[in-house]
């Protein structure tokens, strides 16, 4: 089993900035994809971004791309996801999650099985 930990989420304008981090333990990291949800109050959780396990594909929600980039450091068994552009409708709980099978990726959040406990970004108008 994998521990994920999620930190750099907080409060801020439209417009801004935030760059979330992941941190992995428990598991080969470099040899599984990862991702990025997200949870808005009172809504259901959607894909934001995926990354396959040496960082060669990346894929994106419509709502975030060319706003949000997703990146790993194999090195440090993290993955961020760097956050510009922030908008109001980009409040959630946001939460990375890795792949279930190595050497795979998708969108589906069925074929995540790992997830962090989830940090809280608040975008003001």
């Known amino acids: 089993q994998v521990q994920l930990v999620e930190s750099g989420g907080g409060l801020v304008q439209a417009g801004g900035s935030l760059r979330l981090s992941c941190a992995a333990s428990?598991?080969?990291?470099?040899?599984?994809?990862m991702g990025w949800f997200r949870q808005p109050p009172g809504k259901g959780r959607e894909f934001v971004a995926a990354i396959s396990w040496r960082g060669a594909s990346t894929y994106y929600a419509d709502s975030v791309k060319g706003r949000f980039t997703i990146s790993r450091d194999n090195a440090k068994s993290t993955v961020y996801l760097q956050m510009n552009s922030l908008k109001p409708e980009d409040t959630a709980v946001y939460y990375c999650?890795?792949?279930?099978?190595?050497?795979?990726?998708?969108?589906?959040?069925?074929?995540?099985?790992?997830w962090g406990q989830g940090t809280q970004v608040t975008v003001s108008s």
């Open positions: 999650a890795v792949y279930r099978t190595a050497y795979e990726l998708g969108q589906n959040e069925a074929y995540f099985d790992s």
């Open positions: 428990g598991r080969s990291f470099s040899t599984y994809g």
